[in-house]
Structure formats: C-alpha cells, structure tokens
C-alpha cells in the first residue's frame, strides 16, 4: 500500500518549517533557491501531490463547507457552528470541521487537507499564532486558486474576503458606558496576555469610554491575565486596596473567577463590585449571583457567514462573473446587546 | 459544472427517506424490489456515485481520522475531541469533525461524506436517533468494506467493533452510595426523558445502589426533565414537600437548576439537600456552591480510543492479518472517578 506523503513528513525530514515547504512547493521567492529546489525535488521525487484546488474545483461540487477554528473547548466557537451548520443544511450543504488548536502549523496542514477536493469554500477564524506571525500565504493561496473563504470574528486587515465581525471596540464602549452611567468611577479590565486582535480592540473601547467620560485612565487597572488559576493573588491584592468598583472581563471565566475571590473576602457583588463580561457562555447564566454579559452573538455570526459563503458559491456555480473582485468582498458587523442580569445594579 | 448529486437529492427526488435510498443503493432486501429498483435506476441515471471506500484503501491512506458526534455544545464531547486530537497529531494523524445534530439522517450522510475517501478510519458516538430506531446499516456497511469504527460513550451491542466506554452504572451507583455513607437517605434522580444507553444505565446504578442499601425505592424521586427551562415547579413541588435530602444529577445543568432552586427556596445546599452531577463541565467548577461531580473523563475517553484506532489502521498497513475479527475487537471501560466540592459534605 502507497503511503501518501505529507507537507508535514517533507518538513521533518528536510528539517525545515512547514510553511517553508508549502511557500517553497508553490515557487515563493521569499524562500531561499537552494531551500526551494531542495523542498521540490523532494516532493517531486515522493510525488507529493500539492492541493489542487483549481482541478476539483472543476470537476465537481462537493456541497460541503469547511470550518476552520482555533478551539473547540469554547462555547463562543461551538455556538457559531451551530449557527453556519442550521443554514448549511437548510440549504443542502454538510459541514466538515478541522480544529487549529490555535497553531500555525495546525491552521496550514488543514486547509491544504481540506481544500484537497473536499470542499467548495471555507469559514474561519484564524489561530492566534497564525495571528502573531501575520503569515496567511495559505489562505491567499486558497483564494487565488479561486476557492471563497469567509473569516470571522479572529480576521486580518492583511487577506481581502469576506468577513463576519462584531464591532469589539463599541461593544466594549457600551459595557463600560454601562457601568459609569450606573455610578461606577474606578472601572478595572481584565484581559488576555495575546495577540488576537480582538482583544485590542476591547481595550481601546475601554479606555475610549473612560476618557469620553472624563475619568482618569490608570494603567494598573488593566489586569492581563496569563493563567487564571495563578491570578488569585494579583486580584486579591487590588481587590483590598479597592483599586475598582467595577470590573469588565473579556470572558466570562475571568468574570466568575473575580466573582469568587470577591465572595472569599467578603465583597459583595453587585453592591461593592459590579461585574460584566463578554460572552456567549453558560457560566454566567448560572453563576451566583449570574453575570451581565456582552453577547458576542455567535449564532448569528455562524449563521451569517454561511449565508455569504453559500450566496458565493451559488454565484459561482450560476457563472456569474465578478469583474472587480476586490470590491464586492463585503464585512458584515453584527450586532451585540447588553444581557442585563445580576452582577450589576 | 457538474453537479454531483446527493443521497439526501435522491430521497427527495423519489419521496422516500435517506436510509431507504442508502440501502436500495447497497440492494438490501430489507427495501421492496419496486423502490429498489427505482432508486438504483435514479442514481444510475445521474451517475450518482456510492462511498467506494474498498477503492480508495487499496489507492491511499489520508492519514486523517473522522469523528462523529451528536452535538458540539456539550463539554463532554469538546473533551473527548481535545482527547482524539492529541493522540492523533502525535501520530501524525489529521482528525475532521461532523456533527450528527443527533438527527439519524445527518449521520448517515455525514459518515457517507467522510467514507468517500477523506479518512481512514471513524470514531463515533451515536446519535440519539440512530439508537432509537436502532438502525446501524450506515456503520455495518463502512466497517464490513474494511474501515475500522470505534464508538465512544453511546454505543450499541448491535455492532462489533472497538468500543471506549465508562461504566455508566458503576459510576451511577458509587455516586448513590457515596449520598448514602454521608447520611442521605431520601435520594432522587434526575435524568433526561430520551432513549441514550447510558441514561439507562445510570438508573440502573441509582436503583441498584439503594437496594442494596435497603432504602426503599420510590418511583416519584425519579424525576425526567425533558425542558430544563420548564422543569422549575415540578423541582419546587418536591423540594416543598421535602421529598429527598440529596439529588444525583445526570449533567450539570440539571445540577445547577436543583441548586439555584432550593436557593430561591431558602434551602441550603449541601445542609439541607447534598448534590451530585455527572459531568466533565465547567459549570461545576464554578457554580455556587461549587457541584460534586462524577468525571466522565471525556480526555482520557478520546486519547484511548485515538490510540485503539491508529493500532488497527498501521497493523492493517503492515498487512497483519486478524483471523478471527470478532474476536479481537474490544471494549475498553474508562475509569471514572468522583471529584468532591462544596455541594456534598
């Protein structure tokens, strides 16, 4: 039995990276001449079979859709492929998932395995490392190979398609507009130490809404937090200063940590401390006392993106021609809310 | 473009269901000669191609594995995947995912998709459906054309294959008389109003365990919830009544509702009313009182029957032949353990 050989197994034996090898199979001058040779000749000698898009492309539609997210262990992501798989079906597609597991590598090798023919487009969310590196040459290869990709929620400036977002700076905005209408002055964020875009943004509504109200910005109050299991003692600490009154968590596991050690030191919530988070999880629905979120909206989001991906495709198939394909790609912004519950007054 | 036209196409087309289709194609007489013969005359026509997994083995081996689950919000399963996905990117092994949606249609059409030369080798926990209707012709076919299945958690002793399972009524029973060494002696139970094995089981273990403590068995203290939403006053009614000082919960949403309850109702958990959920979830973890819990260990789970699968596909690769198939196949039964917090004393 032929084994077929792998991006992967071609990286390991030339010991080089992944992306080396899939840049170096498609002739990018940003490799090296003698790593590109070497890369091709191996493959070419394993007759490695590059994904070859265009080809099934036009031999057939596989009516099914590709996933592509950084985690599963997540309601965020599980509730958005609720959302892409209900219009999936409606509409006769199956749906097919890969996890990224928030790896680069991980990201390259299962969209080369997916567009391998078992697909006709792609919805994603890209990985934080893939984020960090700003390489997305595995994306743009999809593109051009003329297979659509609809990104959401983790999307890049950097990769022209369409993208399904929310507007993370004004939903943080609100929230915290939230708890300073409500009397709140010492507003704490509590975030990720990453590199996702998203949570820039959520910082920047932040600190935009403390400066629109003319309330000092104070660098201490931005609690980013590594390990959630370790952040016991920096909580405390500001906690039995009152540094804050109020907290904004980026996720809802940060809310109910906060919620407990306030709990253990006799700090009442919502009275001395309000909280809200942005989620779409189910901690903070059943969380004593329950938690005021930010909805991230993720059904809809799911439910969105498979609308454009599947509208694209059908357009495809119809042989309806874009002429300006850089123009027509659009980003929706869906709406959030403010799910009022009791972590605030 | 040519279309390819679907199993799901065809039911639609001749009115009848995806699994009459399925087994007309495969010429089961289990299907009259008449529809029979019109759904294969149908698929000729459109050149409809059936899974020809026998072909794509002898061709390639993908080096991925298909996982089929019911749903993705659920904890359990995200573990179990997180288990599989390990194991398998050890191996080298690439995993893709469709979901059932616990709908019988959706697995067949789903395992349908992935047989058709995407992977080499299923892992799958049955949809709640498929155990209903008892209907596995989707599995028998895939795994008597040499593609190995292993079920996880919902499985069925109708098919012979790899099997990872807990023991539902061992870990019902301990979770029971560990209620009952602390004092408890009226105990309910509450599960879910649905046809999955291991629902069964549980109650087994919760009936077994006060038998053979010799507390006496009242079928009012077995409550099923088919809403949780709705379930409220029924809850309220006993716990007025007083009718149990301790509750074992089949997952921790039933769990957290009891407890957010006898809250409302001025009854103290676990003073008044101790509480045992079965779960790997998070809810637990961060409730109020934080919940007891039964591991399902959905990790462990995923990595074992990762590794079980990867043995038969490379033994299958080195040509080792197993003689007496049915004899080989095995059962592993994972270890479940209680993990006890503040919701019991």
Redesign the interface.
Known sequence: ????V?L??IAKELDVSISTVSKSLRNSLEIGEETRLKVRAFAKFYHYKPNNIALSL???????IGIIIPE??H?FF??V??GI?HVA?EK?Y??????S?DSFD?EV??ME??ANG?IDGFIMSLSKETQFKGDFHHITEVISQGMPVVMFDRVTNDILCDKVIINDELAAYEAVQNLIDKGRKKIALVTTVDYVSVGKFRTDGYIKALRDNGLPFDENLIIKIENVENCEITIAQLLENKAFDAVFAVNE?FA??II?IA?KMGIKVPEDLAVIAFTDG??SK???PTITTVSQNGLEMGSVAAKILIERLEAE?EGIEIEEKDEVYKTVVIETHLIERESTL
């Not at 039995?1 to 077929?4: A, F, L, P, S, T």
């Not at 036009?58 to 099914?64: A, H, L, P, Q």
């Not at 199956?94 to 996890?99: A, F, G, N």
Request: hydrophobic share 30%.
């Open positions: 039995m032929k084994k077929k792998t992967k197994q036009k031999n057939r539609k596989t009516k099914t599963i262990v309601y599980s509730t492929i609720n798989e079906n006769g199956s749906v097919i998932i890969c996890l597991d991980k090798l299962n395995l997916l078992s596991l109910v940590t407990k709990h189910i901690i059943y969380s004593t198939e």
